[in-house]
């Protein structure tokens, strides 16, 4: 072999181990790269979490306090926090049908308003109805079959209510896009396709409805006429109904199906809250992270002795 030869063979040698060397070092730039996103992802999920659960706690402050701080019947509260924006919406149990109690009337109507097939909205009434009736004593029910025949197989343990609004998916019929719906893709209690789980609860009391959450299916359900449902959904988009004249003007607008509404809840709230965090340019980010708290208020001199105030029954952490 001659000097030329082994001259180009060595640099030949030394390009492939260059380019070589290169592939490996953006190989693991990139795995770098990766993990450090995927680490800061992390953080920011972490943080967004902790400063939505102080969003709640300072949610629930500014309820005791009443007004200024909030106004009963309010919807949503705006919370500044150090590089984040969170909005807490105040959702009472009484905006959503009782599992326990709703009437099979409204249970189709609420099904037909939700866009459900007759035959499958027909089949889920009779479902959740016999969910929440104990069957006489040794006798079985028509859907222990249906039960029995999934994986894993279960018998309901029937009681005279749902024990959790969860249960839903477990009853013939219910899917899980049925269930949940897309209202919580961006647009709160006023958008998005509504499901089962934002139109009932086994926590409502089945009594009035609450004029500011209420879903439109929901108010439909109760006999309130879909366009009197629509004009109230656009009406409260604008501003919320928390004063008494202008509530009294929408319940007899929509005629006999006003006595089922009412404002500002009872006992029973579901506080939402979304976190937006801001970026270093000072502008919020695509970043968001919403978590939910069931809550139960406790007024002075209330039957459970309990203190007055505000518990928390149970966190949503990925609502």
Not at 19 to 35: D, F, P, S, T
Not at 142 to 167: C, G, H, I, K, N
Request: aromatic share 8%.
């Amino acid at each position: 072999m001659t000097t030329d030869s082994r001259k180009g063979s060595a640099l030949l040698t030394v390009l492939w181990l260059t380019a070589a060397l290169a592939a490996i070092g953006l190989a693991v730039a990139a795995n770098v790269r990766g993990e450090t996103d995927r680490t800061t992802t992390g953080l920011d999920d972490l943080r967004a979490y902790f400063i939505a659960r102080g969003a709640i706690d300072r949610a629930l402050i500014h309820i005791q306090r009443g007004f200024p701080y909030y106004r009963r019947g309010d919807p949503r509260m705006e919370l500044a926090f150090p590089g984040a924006i969170a909005t807490v919406e105040i959702i009472p149990e009484t905006s959503k049908l009782s599992l326990g109690y709703t009437q099979p009337e409204e249970l189709l109507r609420l099904m037909a308003a939700l866009g459900i097939p007759q035959e499958r909205g027909e089949t889920i009434t009779a479902a959740i109805l016999d969910w929440r009736t104990p069957p006489p004593q040794g006798s079985s029910s028509p859907f222990d079959a249906f039960y029995l025949s999934q994986t894993p197989s279960f018998v309901p343990m029937r009681t005279s209510s749902f024990l959790e609004t969860e249960e839903l998916l477990l009853v013939r019929g219910v899917t899980p896009d049925i269930y949940y719906g897309t209202a919580l893709d961006g647009h709160g209690v006023n958008g998005g396709r509504a499901g089962l789980r934002d139109c009932v609860s086994a926590h409502a009391s089945g009594g009035l409805l609450d004029v500011n959450t209420a879903r439109r299916e929901a108010l439909i359900a109760a006999g309130v006429d879909p366009n009197d449902a629509a004009a109230i959904v656009q009406r409260r988009s604008i501003r919320p109904i928390v004063e008494q004249a202008e509530f009294e003007e929408i319940r007899k607008a929509v005629g006999p199906a006003g006595s089922r509404l009412g404002y500002g809840g009872s006992y029973m709230f579901t506080l939402r809250a979304t976190v937006q965090l801001i970026g270093t340019d000072g502008k919020p980010t695509d970043f968001r992270r919403t978590i939910a708290a069931l809550v139960k208020r406790f007024d002075p001199n209330n039957k459970q002795h309990h203190a007055p105030g505000y518990e928390v029954v149970r966190w949503y952490d990925r609502d």
